[in-house]
């Protein structure tokens, strides 16, 4: 990953160049909120609703867009805030451009959707693409008020889908490129947000060398297929956190051969947390992390703790990092206090992860996990699921639900919560199964994107035989 700042625009050829596929991009984590409120958040899990009801997270939306043939082929100068887009077409996102009603009525270079399965759609020369390579031009404008820029706030800009390769400028200034068009790409922006209004101009090529591992089965669609996220943060922020559950009997079994039909009660149910902060270096002596955990029906709570911050490396962008702080947290004897988590009784849980300063609450996250073992038993190479051996089943799902082609990912997070090993470069906006209701809370997940895939979607089951699998970040998506 390419991490060094270009201050015009991505690396000359980085659409040709493996080596290049990332530039300035934060490192993956799990997904953020900034609620603001312990009850906010609460609520926000309750209804699942579709939009976020963090005042801290908003969309960004109702572009400027102007479709050409070829890299080579932009307009120049568009990046800057000062030139005249009034004569391109007023579209929205998420979309993809082959099927956007206003791009095909209304552009003069038109590119059409093409289902493949296997075939590339260019001449097999890796890593170079067509020259001919249609590419999508956005503008989009929001505002900033002083209050939203009081006390020095992070920004962080994150395209979640967008196909295949992109680069985009906040207010004349060259912010970063990505490519990996199924996973978000995130960008601090925080020295580049301005009070008043703000333009970040886009720039997405259907074809990079990406593409040459992105060929599956489905319909070549290109532009931001995805939410385009401006999150505001304070300060000194929770940037990371990861959420384990740990029983005990099951963890002596994970050695063994033994595959008895346990039940789930071990000898001891314990919940471990690490959180990861960013911010001022005096942060450890002004703040700590409180994580309260609630029952997922009716707000029962189950336990509180705290954790102290204590000075850490901590990876920001690929390939590099900087000093942070983390909080490590670990109770125990909660054996009788929960219930394991699996696909024919799925408990779950919400954490409320907390920084405090002094007893207010400066930064709020929360998730929704189970308490559940999973593991791959050595002798026998059998999937383990709190002691029992299962056998996984998958699902072969495409979006494809309006004329865009694409949906958010909160649409994903929000059905498909009963389907595991979604192998789609799109998940279904319908559950895979007659089972439940797409309003069923999220199943459980080990939250830490920075140390697992971020792509597999949450899920809770396809038949009663089938149950959740290895951990993962929730509900970020599919590969």
């Keep these: 990953m390419t991490t060094l700042r270009h201050p015009t625009g991505p690396p000359l050829g980085a659409l040709e160049d493996p080596s290049v ?66 004569s391109w077409m007023s579209i929205q996102v998420p979309h993809s451009w082959q099927l956007d009603p206003t791009v095909v009525n209304e552009s003069a270079f038109r590119d059409v959707p093409i289902y493949s399965n296997f075939q590339y759609l260019f001449e097999v020369d890796p890593p170079f693409v067509p020259r001919e390579n249609p590419t999508g031009c956005y503008r989009f404008r929001f505002s900033c008020t002083d209050e939203e820029l009081r006390d020095d706030p992070r920004y962080f800009l994150s395209f979640e889908g967008a196909d295949s390769a992109l680069s985009c400028w906040l207010n004349g200034t060259f912010v970063g490129y990505s490519q990996d068009s199924r996973l978000p790409a995130e960008f601090d922006v925080s020295a580049l947000v301005r009070r008043g209004e703000n333009v970040l101009a886009v720039q997405v090529s259907k074809f990079c060398d990406g593409s040459y591992l992105e060929d599956q089965d489905m ?87 705290e954790g102290k911050l204590e000075p850490v490396w901590l990876a920001r962008t690929s390939g590099s990092r900087a000093a942070g702080y983390r909080a490590t947290m670990r109770v125990g004897g909660l054996r009788d206090r929960v219930r394991m988590w699996s696909a024919e009784t799925p408990v779950a849980y919400v954490a409320v992860v907390e920084l405090l300063e002094g007893e207010e609450s400066k930064d709020v996250e929360a998730h929704v996990f189970g308490f559940r073992s999973d593991w791959i038993q050595r002798a026998t190479g059998k999937f383990m699921h709190n002691g029992r051996a299962i056998m996984m089943r998958g699902v072969n799902r495409f979006v494809s639900p309006h004329s865009s082609a694409r949906v958010s990912l909160l649409a994903i997070r929000r059905t498909t919560h009963h389907a595991r090993c979604v192998r789609s470069p799109g998940t279904s906006t319908r559950p895979t199964t007659g089972r439940g209701s797409s309003r069923r809370p999220p199943c459980s997940a080990t939250p830490r994107s920075s140390r697992g895939s971020t792509s597999t979607p949450c899920a809770a089951r396809t038949t009663p035989t089938t149950t959740f699998g290895t951990r993962s970040a929730p509900c970020m998506g599919s590969t």
């Design 21 to 86: 596929f990332g530039v300035n991009k934060m490192k993956p984590h799990v997904p953020l909120h900034a609620f603001g409120t312990h009850e906010r958040a609460l609520d926000y899990y309750e209804r699942l609703p579709d939009e976020s009801t963090s005042p801290h997270r908003r969309r960004i939306v109702d572009p400027k867009f102007a479709l050409v043939p070829s890299p080579g082929d932009v307009p120049e100068g568009y990046q800057a805030p000062e030139y005249d887009d009034t």
């Design 219 to 305: 319909w070549r669609l290109s532009g931001i297929f995805r939410d385009v996220v401006l999150l505001r943060k304070p300060a000194t922020y929770i940037q990371d956190y990861r959420i384990d559950a740990v029983i005990d009997r099951f963890e002596r079994m994970k050695d063994e051969k033994d595959e008895k039909d346990e039940d789930g009660d071990g000898d001891d149910v314990a919940l471990r947390l690490e959180v990861d902060v960013v911010g001022a270096a005096g942060a450890p002596a002004t703040h700590r992390v409180r994580t309260t955990v609630y029952a997922y029906d009716g707000r029962q709570q189950v336990v509180t703790f």
